[in-house]
């Protein structure tokens, strides 16, 4: 598939797992945001080694935030990478957020980077599920949350039918409400 | 599982008709029940973006694996050394004999004239009606002055011809384009844009050779031809394509100027980037534009 136009990309990140992954690499790799994010923190004098999981953690956050619509097509997408890249070097570097608020593509993310950002604790508690959960139902909540249809869920995890794709996922979430009511502590999570 | 769940998924993915998302929150404020579950479902997405995120972290080292695999080094024996350094002299000077011959009939040999007409042309461009040409005033004319002079025939010139960076030259000019780009560059000389175009269209060597110096090339002719959003798709690929390039960023914008009266958010968006950050070459020129276009409404 050919990614000519920022919407193209934006529209295959939001096409299931493997166009996605696609569209990632198209623009991590081909169009070099992985290299243009690097330049970019090597030039405010952050570490090799800081910049690579800076850069890494943007195309994350810049993923979820195209697939759950928060990016609001206020600029280019590569204008948006930058801006989470700038927003995560500076979140990092405590002393300089106050000069960054000064920028203009702050704007950009701030709203949403404030709500999403987990704290210590909850990412602990998170990590914990994870550690417990089914292979099974780790798939099976990866791909709703990627917006998979129940067919290309059976296809894609190797169920008979739908039918058997819709217990699966029943399964899950009981499974993971049973660890919450059993775990209750995450209620006081933020 | 329980009754709200449908609609909690509906809601969360933005499915539900404004009508219903009004009724959906009205419950959701009075029903501890549905608040409960809604926090739940809210945690069990958390919980698949965690997932998402590892996963997308693994997706990226195996890109990385690929992009730069990992090279065994193989011992040569040593006496494979004597005949690798026999082949390596005869290969430089065989390069260097047709790097001589070449440089007889070569632009490069000749004096590099800057082309004071295309002034003219600027003139004529900033003075066009304000539907194609939006900018009117002194300040505004000399931004996009500047603009078309950076791409001229000289600018072209010093940048891939300068005798003194010649060791650089090898790395993005191949010796078997200098009869290519002696053409263009004549053409070039003489504004001939058309002909730059349909050139390339028909001798794809440099295009297959130096896509980068290609790009440039028709780029360039597209400005020049006033296509400027042909212009500013290939700018904006130079610019970008491998690490950010602040010539060709200045060149993207300048070009999307020319668009400015069909879409003016691109154009801002670029200019604020470049004027933020300091360390842009074009940081100041970016301010003076940004001053220039206060003019105009924005």
Request: hydrophobic share 40%; charged share 30%; glycine share 2%.
């Amino acid at each position: 598939m050919m990614f000519d136009t920022d919407e193209q990309i934006i529209q295959a990140i939001k096409s299931g797992e493997n166009q996605r992954n696609l569209a990632l690499k198209h623009i991590f790799i081909t169009l070099s945001y992985k290299e243009i994010g690097i330049n970019f923190l090597y030039n405010k004098n952050c570490k090799p080694e800081d910049a690579e999981e800076i850069v890494v953690d943007a195309l994350i956050a810049f993923d979820k935030n195209i697939r759950n619509d928060i990016f609001r097509n206020q600029s280019s997408l590569l204008t948006y990478f930058l801006a989470i890249v700038k927003f995560l070097f500076f979140r990092r570097s405590n002393n300089q957020l106050k000069s960054y608020e000064n920028i203009v593509d702050y704007d950009l993310i701030q709203e949403s980077f404030e709500k999403q950002l987990f704290n210590e604790n909850k990412l602990a508690f998170i990590n914990n599920i994870i550690q417990k959960m089914e292979n099974k139902c780790k798939n099976i909540f990866v791909l709703l949350q990627l917006d998979t249809s129940y067919e290309d869920i059976k296809d894609e995890l190797g169920y008979k039918n739908i039918n058997m794709v819709k217990k699966a996922v029943y399964r899950c979430r009981q499974a993971f409400r049973l660890y919450l009511d059993q775990n209750d502590e995450w209620q006081n999570l933020k | 599982m329980n009754t709200f769940q449908e609609d909690i998924d509906k809601f969360l993915k933005g499915k539900l008709s404004s009508d219903e998302q009004a009724k959906f929150m009205a419950e959701l404020l009075s029903n501890p029940d549905l608040e409960l579950e809604f926090k739940k479902t809210m945690l069990e997405q958390d919980v698949a973006e965690q997932l998402i995120a590892s996963r997308l972290k693994d997706e990226i080292k195996s890109w990385e694996k690929s992009e730069n695999p990992v090279s065994k080094k193989k011992s040569v024996p040593y006496k494979y050394i004597w005949i690798l350094t026999f082949v390596l002299l005869i290969t430089l000077l065989l390069f260097y004999r047709i790097k001589s011959r070449l440089n007889k009939n070569d632009i490069r040999n000749q004096p590099i004239v800057v082309n004071k007409d295309s002034i003219v042309k600027v003139d004529e461009f900033a003075n066009k009606d304000t539907v194609s040409n939006p900018y009117s005033g002194d300040d505004a004319k000399n931004i996009v002055k500047d603009g078309l002079l950076e791409m001229n025939y000289a600018a072209l010139a010093n940048k891939y011809y300068d005798k003194s960076s010649l060791d650089h030259q090898f790395r993005s000019v191949s010796i078997e384009t200098i009869p290519q780009l002696n053409t263009l560059l004549e053409a070039h000389r003489r504004e001939n844009y058309q002909e730059i175009l349909t050139f390339l269209e028909q001798d794809t060597l440099l295009k297959a050779s130096n896509y980068e110096l290609y790009n440039q090339f028709v780029s360039d002719a597209y400005f020049n031809l006033g296509l400027f959003d042909l212009a500013a798709k290939g700018f904006k690929e130079l610019a970008y394509s491998e690490g950010l390039d602040f010539d060709y960023e200045w060149s993207y914008l300048i070009s999307m100027v020319g668009m400015y009266a069909e879409n003016k958010t691109p154009v801002n968006t670029l200019i604020q980037k470049i004027k933020t950050d300091e360390k842009h070459l074009y940081h100041k020129k970016a301010i003076e534009l940004w001053l220039a276009l206060g003019e105009l409404d924005r």
